[in-house]
């Protein structure tokens, strides 16, 4: 962030080449879980009575599965998405460690091998915090998505 607020880009093509492994490890299982998740909720949308309804209106293909089939198979996305922001926070601490990147999965290990235990419960509590709300995120995408939601 320094590097980039400072223009010093030969530091941050450094940073920037460095973060490459790290991110794909961290991001490939959630993708693939998210990409598998987003297939079959597609297709189960597809095979819906609406679906067949927009067609037979004469709608295109690309118009139905934009409006109708995407926006309905769009809340089981976002559960996934909450769910896998839970596996990058545990995956961040072995991915830290591996990769010998300072951050809070790092630091976590360094405080439970050092019984560090006012830095593992400050952990915790992170942890603890961002949970719900990510929770409370995931709620609030459902009702922006979906009206019925919201008139619950």
Not at 5 to 29: D, Q, Y
Not at 127 to 144: F, M, Q
């Amino acid at each position: 962030v320094d590097a980039l607020l400072t223009g010093n880009w030969p530091v941050l093509a450094n940073a920037s080449a460095h973060l490459v492994l790290p991110a794909i490890t961290l991001g490939l299982f959630s993708t693939a879980v998210l990409l598998r998740m987003t297939r079959s909720s597609m297709l189960e949308m597809l095979g819906q009575d609406y679906v067949r309804t927009a067609k037979a209106k004469g709608l295109s293909e690309r118009l139905v599965i934009g409006r109708h089939v995407f926006k309905n198979a769009l809340p089981p996305i976002l559960t996934i998405i909450g769910i896998l922001f839970g596996s990058l926070l545990s995956g961040a601490v072995l991915t830290e460690t591996i990769f010998n990147w300072p951050g809070i999965g790092r630091y976590a290990t360094t405080s439970v091998t050092t019984l560090d235990y006012p830095a593992v419960m400050g952990v915790a509590l992170v942890a603890a915090v961002i949970y719900p709300l990510v929770n409370t995120l995931v709620d609030i995408g459902y009702s922006v998505i979906d009206p019925r939601v919201r008139a619950n």
